[in-house]
């Protein structure tokens, strides 16, 4: 099966800008998720959908991102304006289930390296 | 919050197993614990999963403790390729399905 894919790879920006980022999920996974991974560190969950709904965004900085799923299936996530905090990769994931206790691992993108400058 | 503790890094030689310990002493009776690895470069992928017993697949085993509050990601003969991040992860708050990522085991395998 294809895997989960990001664009773009690499994304370079100065401060103030905005820039967006895209996720396709596994064909038929429910829940998608969007982790922001600063170098050193493990992914933090910025937000969780289930088909096109918001299940968690608590730790999603909502003055300046912001996330789409439209239709339940692709995934976008927007920064505007962008500060320097914000360079880091950014995963999207999606998985078959809500939850991880129906035995259904999440599966990665490679993510979106976003440096800004 | 059920939260994990991993050591920060380890290292094994090629060819011998890796004992990959995890803590979790706040760990809820239907918290399942899951292990992933980071590759560099890529994403998270998974590994195993577990909830009582230990677990076999084709990658690694999981041994965990008869109090649960503690778990073990055996790695039989670490290759040069299973140099990576190791996270430890459980639900965040049972009903919720969030879970927290800590900073994970990097393991260095030597040759």
């Known amino acids: 099966e294809a895997g989960v894919a990001q664009s773009p790879r690499y994304k370079i920006i100065e401060k103030r800008q905005s820039v967006a980022f895209w996720c396709n999920p596994i064909s038929g996974h429910a829940t998608l998720y969007w982790y922001q991974q600063i170098l050193g560190q493990g992914p933090k969950l910025l937000i969780q959908f289930q088909n096109n709904g918001v299940v968690d965004d608590s730790q999603l900085p909502k003055d300046r991102f912001s996330a789409e799923r439209l239709k339940g299936v692709d995934s976008t996530l927007k920064i505007q304006p962008a500060k320097l905090e914000d360079s880091a990769v950014y995963l999207c994931?999606?998985?078959?289930?809500?939850?991880?206790?129906?035995?259904?691992?999440?599966?990665f993108g490679n993510g979106t390296r976003l440096t800004v400058t | 919050d059920a939260k994990t503790t991993q050591p920060n890094s380890m290292e094994s030689n090629e060819e011998e197993p890796v004992h990959l310990p995890c803590n979790h002493s706040?760990?809820?009776?239907?918290?399942?614990i899951h292990w992933y690895r980071q590759l560099p470069s890529q994403g998270p992928e998974y590994v195993i999963h577990g909830l009582t017993s230990n677990v076999n697949n084709r990658m690694a085993s999981l041994a965990i403790a008869e109090d649960r509050k503690s778990s073990t990601l055996i790695l039989h003969r670490a290759t040069l390729r299973d140099a990576a991040v190791y996270y430890c992860i459980l639900r965040d708050v049972p009903g919720t399905y969030k879970y927290i990522f800590g900073t994970g085991t990097r393991l260095k395998v030597l040759a």
């Open positions: 706040t760990i809820s009776g239907t918290d399942y």
């Open positions: 994931a999606s998985s078959l289930m809500r939850a991880l206790n129906y035995n259904s691992p999440l599966h």
